[in-house]
């Protein structure tokens, strides 16, 4: 047993010396690949530094945006630029520029929705006439007065308008305050507006009209008017009717009557020459002497009512008379003379 403890122990500082000096077999180490430049795996627990970091609360802050492209939107008025905006790739822009205002038009932008830009884009304002309504205010007229208003577009003609009629009375036209308007007139007002319908006292419509002058006109003839009962207004478009002219309603055999305007002092030779079915002619004749009118300048036609056989009443101012009396007027049966 002695022996057998003695290589024990030998064996154990054997053992011992192998250890301290890291090799069992001597000092060398033995030669393998050299991995000098090699750099060795991350651990498990190794992060990149581009990962997001935690803070302090323990929250991850986020990658870097990447930068993104730029547009620009132009926004136009009638060919010039209004307003630009610059706007990044995918955004949504919302900060649409206000129109000005233009008297009687109604503008827009031609597109209202910019979602998800990707491209320089030009935007135009468009402008549209706008309309308003035209009420009609008949003034008491009897018939024609169906159409109660009308819708008008700026800047454009009125177009169609009613022609309401009223018993007694010669409509004379449509009026927005002052303005005498018709079919043609544009409408040049920015808000809505009422027409009022103007009668005047009747007088026969269709006569022909000729201008006498710079401020008159004269009747020349029975034109498309169908009356039996003649009335010559004292106006026509707003000037005053001054004269009948020559032979204006010869032969003309449906006339009964007929009533001169007070501004008739003019009329021609055989105005009524053959008229067979007149039987009543009245003159209301004033603004003859103001305007220093003289009835004995011949101002009334000879052989007027030459052929008038059914003629029976006239009536006439004082002052024409003799010159009516005196140019032989008559070729009738006249009964009833009132001055």
Not at 129 to 145: I, Q, R
Not at 164 to 183: A, Q
Not at 218 to 233: A, H, L, N, Q, S
Request: include cysteine; proline fraction near 6%; charged fraction near 20%.
């Amino acid at each position: 047993w002695a022996k057998i403890a003695a290589i024990l122990c030998l064996l154990a500082l054997l053992i011992s010396t192998c250890f301290l000096l890291g090799s069992c077999g001597g000092n060398e180490t033995p030669e393998g690949p050299d991995n000098s430049d090699v750099t060795p795996d991350p651990k498990p627990d190794d992060k990149d530094d581009t990962d997001p970091k935690p803070d302090d609360t323990g929250k991850t802050d986020p990658k870097p945006e990447e930068k993104k492209q730029e547009f620009t939107l132009t926004f136009m008025i009638d060919g010039e630029v209004y307003k630009t905006f610059k706007v990044k790739e995918g955004d949504t822009f919302t900060d649409i520029p206000d129109l000005p205002e233009f008297p009687g038009y109604i503008g827009s932008w031609e597109k209202s929705s910019f979602e998800n830009i990707k491209e320089n884009m030009t935007i135009r304002a468009d402008y549209t006439p706008a309309t308003y309504t035209l009420t009609f205010d008949y003034a008491g007229a009897t018939e024609g007065t169906e159409t109660t208003s009308a819708e008008v577009t700026y800047d454009s003609s009125i177009g169609t308008l009613p022609t309401p009629k009223k018993e007694g009375y010669t409509f004379d036209g449509w009026y927005i305050g002052e303005e005498k308007i018709d079919r043609y007139t544009r409408w040049e007002y920015t808000e809505n507006k009422t027409a009022t319908a103007h009668f005047v006292d009747y007088y026969s419509e269709g006569l022909s009209y000729v201008r006498g002058g710079s401020e008159n006109y004269e009747v020349t003839g029975i034109g498309t008017c169908t009356d039996t009962d003649i009335v010559v207004p004292a106006t026509y478009q707003g000037m005053p009717v001054t004269g009948v002219g020559y032979a204006a309603f010869e032969n003309n055999t449906q006339i009964t009557s007929v009533c001169f305007g007070e501004n008739v002092y003019f009329v021609g030779n055989y105005v009524f020459r053959g008229c067979t079915s007149l039987r009543s002619v009245t003159f209301l004749h004033t603004a003859g002497l103001s305007d220093g009118f003289n009835p004995s300048y011949g101002s009334y036609g000879y052989h007027m009512f030459e052929g008038c056989t059914a003629l029976e009443d006239l009536t006439v101012p004082t002052y024409i008379l003799a010159p009516i009396l005196d140019n032989n007027y008559f070729y009738g049966n006249l009964k009833h003379l009132t001055t």
